[in-house]
């Protein structure tokens, strides 16, 4: 399939061209034809997938004809973090820079003035954390009533994050006459119910499943001693030659402290959470990027929607406790069907949170061991004797 087989105008096909696509991915051939009808969709799809293309290119088709209202967006895209946002307000640029649409974003740590006075003109393209999003509604900067198509991107993430009474709220004020669209990459039966209460008649659209994805990265599991875990991690950059990666950790505070450890030992290495402002998590992406750092130390919310081409590797320097999670950090590396490497650490006492990956991957990850490390077996311990401080 190519995409001048869709439905889209020729300044859009000569975006995606520009842009250097020449295929559409699996997600993007089932969920473009269905939103250009006026479809609502269910899309079951993580990043990497070209999920985020798969609505924002039809979404411009159908916002190229209209005019938009002072302070009405014409449509609106709720994002879980701000990062994931400001890459979704980058595509709407990319794919719609040979058309004249007006966008908004309403995210924390942004100046808001000048998003005030975009909107005060009226926005086709309105892109909104959740929060931030109610705040500018009940100070009556914006108004709902317009938004003829909604997406709600992420779902499963916003409901980790506990953002689902304000998403909820939001689609209570959007018109009932609307488009909706749903993403998440996994579907708990919590997103479910809300899909049934937010979509009428969706279509479905599924990317790979999350197992194909996985199986597309070579991973690899690590089991290390707490002791050795800092070691472990020199000895796997330096033995499997990891010249550039993102390391997860689960937690902000262990994001700090590693990334110092890294720096005394002679790493170069910028740390990304949730405590830093945007300009901060710019800068460090952006140096990354441009690789004048090697390593990125992030935790999972930091880093959900970067969008980082080509990324060779991710490292789990600590096993991530929602197995969706894992699926969402390898979905860093072999995005759109390039080749990447993962490795995870755990410690002993993880192996329920490894089992809980290989569940919903379908695939063990192939046990890596480096000499002069201990071996340590994983053992499942018992749900009542957790190690203190452990979630
Ligand atoms: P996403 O799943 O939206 O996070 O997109 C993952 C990555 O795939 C991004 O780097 C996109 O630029 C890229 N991408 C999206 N669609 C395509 C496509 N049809 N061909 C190649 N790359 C794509």
């Not at 902000?252 to 949730?274: F, P, T, W």
Request: contains cysteine.
């Amino acid at each position: 399939m190519k995409f001048s087989d869709f439905a889209l105008r020729p300044e859009i096909l000569q975006a995606v061209t520009d842009a250097g696509y020449t295929a559409p991915t699996p997600i993007q051939e089932r969920a473009i034809p269905a939103i250009l009808t006026g479809a609502d969709l269910l899309g079951i799809a993580q990043t990497g997938t070209g999920k985020t293309a798969a609505f924002v290119l039809p979404m411009i088709e159908r916002l190229a004809s209209g005019q938009s209202k002072a302070r009405m967006p014409r449509s609106l895209i709720l994002s879980p973090t701000r990062e994931l946002a400001t890459q979704t307000a980058a595509y709407f640029e990319t794919y719609g820079k040979h058309l004249k649409l007006t966008m908004a974003l309403l995210i924390g740590g942004v100046g808001m003035d000048e998003q005030w006075r975009k909107l005060d003109r009226g926005v086709d393209v309105l892109i909104a954390t959740p929060g931030r999003l109610i705040d500018q509604f009940e100070r009556g900067k914006v108004l709902l009533g317009g938004v003829s198509i909604l997406v709600i991107d992420e779902a499963d993430r916003m409901l980790d994050m506990g953002f689902i009474p304000d998403v909820e709220r939001i689609v209570g004020l959007v018109s009932r006459r609307r488009q909706t669209l749903m993403f998440s990459a996994t579907m708990p039966a919590e997103i479910r119910r809300l899909a049934d209460a937010f979509l009428t008649d969706p279509q479905e659209a599924q990317a790979a499943p999350p197992a194909t994805t996985a199986t597309g990265v070579d991973d690899h599991l690590m089991v290390v001693a707490p002791r050795q875990k800092f070691k472990a991690l020199r000895r796997l950059i330096e033995t499997q030659e990891v010249g550039k990666a993102i390391i997860f950790c689960n937690r902000k505070r262990e994001v700090a402290s590693l990334r110092r450890q890294m720096e005394r030992a002679g790493m170069n290495a910028r740390d990304i959470h949730g405590d830093l402002d945007q300009a901060q998590r710019t800068k460090a992406l952006d140096a990354f990027k441009a690789g004048e750092i090697d390593f990125l130390v992030a935790t999972d919310v930091a880093a959900r929607g970067l969008d980082i081409a080509r990324l060779p590797c991710v490292i789990n320097y600590d096993v991530p406790i929602h197995a969706d999670d894992y699926i969402h950090r390898i979905g860093r590396t072999a995005r759109a069907g390039r080749e990447g490497r993962a490795f995870t650490l755990a410690l002993p006492e993880e192996g329920r949170f490894v089992d809980a990956i290989t569940k919903l991957t379908g695939k063990q990850m192939p046990r890596l061991e480096i000499g002069g490390m201990d071996q340590p077996e994983l053992v499942d311990e018992p749900q009542g004797r957790r190690r203190r401080g452990r979630p």
